[in-house]
């Protein structure tokens, strides 16, 4: 795993103005590569264990008021998106296209993470941050590629989500009943 601390040591050329963000709003974080995933389960199986909290990305559009949501919550969690909807204030969410994730937030699917709000500069996309993975020490993200993992500190995740001027709205995201083998 290599060191943020100057980002430019971690990521590659292509991140350049990525790179440079995070260097300027004093953003640090440790990014490990591994083979592309696009699922947990294929997280599971390439990412290797590393600090801080896994965490499970859903893009989610509610086609009625036109608002965008990223979810974050802890990797195992089962969202129950009817009762998120309610808490939100939404009416029925679905899983965003390839093509308003591309739009919004610049990134293919496997690659969601809260780092992507990096190119929402409009803010057209709301974060939703389950309690628990706001409260982690530590969380593991996308950083713009699902080629990478990155560790980075609750105080950086806080200063992240400030430079790009975002506000996290932090609730326990309602979970899904647990699915009954047979």
Same mark, same amino acid.
Request: aromatic share 6%; proline share 6%; net charge negative.
């Given at each position: #795993?290599?060191?943020? *601390?100057?980002?430019?040591? &971690? ?8 790179? =440079?963000?995070?260097?300027? *709003? ?14 947990? %389960?294929?997280? !599971?199986?390439?990412?290797? +264990?590393? $600090? =801080? #909290? ?19 919550? +802890? ?5 129950d998106l009817k009762r998120?909807?309610?808490? #939100? =204030?939404? /009416?029925?969410?679905?899983? /965003? ?5 591309? !739009?919004?937030?610049?990134?293919t699917p496997g690659a ?16 939703? #941050?389950? @309690? ?10 996308? $950083? ?22 975002? @506000?996290a709205r932090v609730l326990?995201?309602? &979970?899904? %009943?647990?699915?009954?083998? =047979?």
């Open positions: #795993m290599s060191s943020v *601390n100057s980002p430019e040591s &971690a990521l590659t050329s292509t991140d350049g103005d990525f790179v =440079g963000f995070l260097r300027r *709003n004093q953003i640090s974080a440790e990014r490990c590569e591994h083979p592309a995933v696009f699922t947990t %389960a294929e997280a !599971e199986r390439h990412v290797p +264990p590393l $600090p =801080g #909290m896994k965490a499970k990305n859903l893009f989610l559009h509610d086609r009625q008021s036109g608002r965008n949501l990223l979810v974050v919550v +802890p990797y195992a969690k089962r969202v998120l909807a309610s808490t #939100m =204030g939404c /009416g029925k969410l679905r899983f /965003g296209s390839a093509e308003a994730l591309l !739009e919004l937030l610049g990134i969601v993470s809260l780092l992507a709000l990096y190119n929402d500069r409009d803010q057209r996309v709301e974060l939703v #941050m389950d @309690v628990d993975i706001w409260q982690a020490s530590a969380v593991q993200c996308h $950083p713009l590629v699902n080629t990478a993992t990155m560790v980075i500190s609750h105080d950086n995740i806080e200063r992240f989500i400030a430079a790009t001027g975002h @506000v326990e995201v309602p &979970a899904a %009943a647990p699915l009954i083998p =047979g």
